[in-house]
Nanobody, 122 residues
């Protein structure tokens, strides 16, 4: 069982940066793929990025080159570093985890955080 808690959301101007954190409980954090998804009002949840248990990463086209997803296994924490933010990045961001296998599909993740709001003003 893994519990996830996001933090770091807030209000930022376009062009600014934010770093989201996803703190996990559980003794086998290292074995999990961690991902970020986002969901805006009236829209479906969409993939943002993942980092596999061996460090492989993948990003949605819309955030590639602007966002990165490092992880610190010693702290049981994954991050989403968001730079050059745009108003269209405004959304609730969710952290998700699944063991070992990488995926960009939300229905393949077993554990979810409660979400954190990111608002980018123009």
């Amino acid at each position: 069982q893994v519990q996830l808690e996001e933090s770091g959301g807030g209000l930022v101007q376009a062009g600014g940066s934010l770093r989201l954190s996803c703190a996990a409980s559980g003794r086998t954090f290292y074995s999990y793929t961690l991902a970020w998804f986002r969901q805006a009002p009236g829209q479906e949840r969409e993939f943002v990025a993942y980092i596999g248990w061996r460090g492989a990463t993948n990003y949605a086209t819309s955030v590639k080159g602007r966002f990165t997803i490092p992880r610190d296994n010693a702290k049981d924490t994954a991050y989403l570093q968001m730079n050059s933010l745009k108003p269209e990045d405004t959304s609730v961001y969710y952290c998700a985890a699944r063991q070992f296998k990488r995926s960009s599909q939300s229905n393949e993740y077993d554990y979810w955080g409660q979400g954190t709001q990111v608002t980018v003003s123009s």
